[in-house]
């Protein structure tokens, strides 16, 4: 009688155990909202970042984690922005999410982001400076003066580009982003 006992109770725990027990699908999408702005000019690959969701985590219609659950994850590459080319570029990943009061290990696919790139913005500026140089050179100096102060207006154009000319990729604080899981992960 005990020992009938016993494997029923062994039966009901192993079944509330299964019950607890919820799995995190590969490709289920997370949306979740940036504690602080990651800019490609300061981060560095292996940087921490808190995060919350900014929709609830909802599996075959159980919701395991509310909206405003904590988020981790991690930079994968950053790379900085060059002066006149080369826009700075970003890779983020997620590594937990908070369900039950747990952090619970995911995997998911990065999500990149790249800053504007340099290319109109500079042919802008040389071009510009090059044109107003041309102007005032013409109208000091006649033609000859006109192509001095195009070369002169387009070394200064030039210059203006390299001074102002990173061009960062920036995910802003608050910033929302949706990340898809590339593994299972068991919830307990």
């Given at each position: 009688m005990l020992g009938k006992f016993l494997k029923t109770i062994s039966v009901l725990t192993a079944l509330s155990l299964a019950a607890a027990s919820q799995t995190i699908p590969a490709g289920t999408h997370l949306t979740v909202r940036l504690g602080s702005e990651i800019s490609s000019g300061t981060a560095k690959a292996g940087d921490r970042f808190d995060a919350t969701l900014a929709r609830s985590l909802v599996v075959n219609g159980k919701t395991l984690a509310r909206s405003g659950a904590p988020v981790?994850?991690?930079?994968t590459s950053a790379k900085s922005s060059g002066r006149l080319h080369a826009p700075g570029e970003l890779a983020l990943r997620l590594t937990s999410v908070q369900v039950n009061g747990r952090m619970v290990p995911i995997t998911t696919h990065s999500y990149f982001a790249k800053g504007k790139g340099h290319t109109k913005s500079n042919a802008t500026k040389i071009g510009g400076g090059a044109a107003a140089g041309a102007l005032i050179g013409g109208l000091v100096g006649g033609g000859?003066?006109?192509?001095?102060?195009?070369?002169?207006?387009?070394?200064?154009?030039?210059?203006?580009?390299?001074?102002?000319?990173?061009?960062?990729a920036v995910v802003p604080a608050e910033g929302s982003?949706?990340?898809?899981?590339?593994t299972a992960a068991a919830v307990r």
């Open positions: 981790r994850g991690k930079v000859k003066g006109a192509g001095i102060g195009a070369l002169a207006g387009g070394g200064a154009g030039t210059g203006v580009a390299a001074a102002t000319g990173k061009e960062e982003l949706t990340f898809t899981t590339t």
